[in-house]
């Protein structure tokens, strides 16, 4: 069957508030004055999955529920003026809102404004068969409707991946992302034991695939009952921000394994978008694009190849 999508994104579209903060934690203060200022833009997590896709050369196409609003206007234009492909389910409750806060390190605290979902959010069961039965793959961002769509999204024969965050491996609202999907993201930050996590995500559901991001440290890839770890790579201009890294290395990886690379190198082609998204300010919406990526990569490699070969023999021969 023919498809004109390659990958579906579902859920994770909204508007975040940018206040950068002289340090975090923020100290108690009555106020404090903000440089270089507060701004309010487009782009949460499935906006940046989109965003990195359709800038790496996939044919991508992006679902949720958005309000009519300013920050749903604002949400629109982003998809518009990037080429985008956007269905837009209408959200009585508003678009989603957060505000991050950003220290000068890039470290970001995100504060997410709870009152723009709730139980009763649906995708329209037609809108999600259609869209699934044009994609090759779906990106499920775990926001409240997109919950009750991986039962379609199984029933449509599509694989699945999802970003679990910053999951504790506890709380039970993660669970049925973490066993539909044939391919889970998650970050290491809340787990105390992160190769059990992972573990327990391929044993108990359907991945073949998880891959656990550690900032700086690199990432943890488990593939074929084996937990390898995949070395960071240098940023290539000073880190400015760290939001949306985890959304660009899964955009990246998602690249590798749709075109059936090794997952070595999958997680290669994360790593670099990740500490690509690390240079771009919060304030702004920029992704890495095919060429640049695959030539960091194979630049990436290329070193690690080197530092991993024996050194050559200088000593003298002995007759």
């Known amino acids: 069957m023919s498809t004109d999508i390659d990958v579906l994104v579902l859920g994770g579209a909204g508007v975040d508030t940018i206040v950068h903060v002289p340090e975090l934690p923020l100290p108690f203060a009555d106020s404090h004055m903000i440089r270089p200022g507060i701004k309010t833009r487009a782009g949460q997590s499935g906006d940046f999955v989109a965003l990195g896709l359709t800038a790496l050369g996939l044919r991508t196409h992006h679902l949720d529920m958005i309000g009519d609003d300013h920050e749903g206007d604002l949400v629109r234009a982003l998809h518009r003026d990037r080429g985008i492909p956007l269905t837009a389910v209408p959200q009585p409750a508003g678009t989603k809102r957060a505000v991050n806060l950003v220290g000068p390190d890039g470290r970001r605290l995100s504060l997410y404004d709870a009152t723009r979902s709730g139980e009763s959010d649906r995708f329209p069961e037609a809108t999600v068969r259609e869209l699934a039965a044009a994609s090759r793959h779906a990106h499920v961002v775990i926001t409240q409707p ?52 992972m573990r327990e995500i391929a044993a108990r559901g359907r991945a073949r695939i998880v891959v656990a991001t550690a900032g700086a440290e690199g990432a943890y890839l488990l593939t074929d009952d084996a937990v390898t770890h995949v070395p960071a790579v240098d940023p290539p201009a000073p880190v400015v921000d760290s939001n949306g890294a985890g959304d660009a290395f899964a955009s990246a990886f998602l690249l590798g394994w749709l075109n059936g690379e090794d997952p070595q190198r999958c997680a290669r082609y994360g790593s670099v978008a990740g500490a690509h998204a690390c240079t771009v300010p919060s304030t702004r919406t920029e992704a890495i694009g095919r060429s640049e990526l695959l030539a960091r990569a194979a630049e990436s490699e290329s070193a690690a190849l080197a530092l991993a070969a024996p050194e050559e023999d200088s000593s003298p021969v002995t007759p």
């Open 146 to 197: 997109c919950a009750h769509a991986l039962p379609l999204l199984r029933e449509a024969g599509v694989t699945l991946s999802t970003d679990l965050h910053d999951w504790d491996g506890v709380d039970p609202y993660h669970e049925s992302f973490a066993l539909a999907a044939d391919l889970v993201f998650l970050s290491t930050t809340a787990l105390a034991d992160p190769e059990r996590t």
